[in-house]
């Protein structure tokens, strides 16, 4: 029987997917840890840039301890310019050490936060709208839990279209097979499948 608290049980799954999202850039060129796999821009450096971004947000500026308040301001956050999409991929000029080691210290910091509130700790979230800005500190867990979540999926998907690599985390492969081959068989069946139901 698990004697972990439920904190414990939130914050044990987002830095699971913390660590697995950044795992998802190593051994990659500077091109494909930046380069756009889907119509909308999808990138595997840009997923970490975002993420950054959101766990600074929620974490810091929403309970009063706002990142760049004591730290160099990023362009791209306090900023953003004419670009809406700024903090989704990454200028040439911005390093993938600098993003990740931003993302490494929004955890740093988002660590505090949690040490120094319960999960019911209101915090207040300066860009939703008034109305609802209040809000807990556990109800803002869930939601950057689940969105870092949802983006490692995008990471798993980018990765395996860049070099074919695949798995949850490292060391961890929960995947049913290694085997180039059984995943071609395996393939083939899915599409074979798919043209019977639509009468191919």
Known sequence: MSTST??????????????????????????????????????????????????????????DRPYFRENPPAWWYTQGGDDPHADMWATADESREEIVALYRAAWTHADKTFALHDLDAIGQVPWWPEHRR????????????????????HADIVREL????????????????TEAEAWLAHRERVEAAAKAADGQ
């Not at 799954?13 to 930046?34: I, N």
């Not at 695949?166 to 049913?176: F, I, N, Q, T, V």
């Open 162 to 177: 860049i070099d074919g690599s695949a798995g949850w985390a490292e060391g961890k492969s929960d995947l049913a097979t």
């Open 6 to 63: 439920p904190k414990e049980d939130l914050l044990e799954y987002l830095q699971a997917a913390r660590d697995a999202l950044v795992w998802k850039l190593e051994g990659l060129s500077e091109y494909d840890a930046r380069r756009p796999l889907t119509p909308t821009g999808t990138n595997l450096l840009g997923l970490v840039k975002h993420l950054a971004g959101v766990e600074l947000g929620y974490f810091g500026d929403s309970f």
């Open 134 to 153: 209040a809000t807990t500190l556990h109800h803002l867990v869930v939601r950057v839990l689940t969105d870092t979540h949802r983006h490692a999926g």
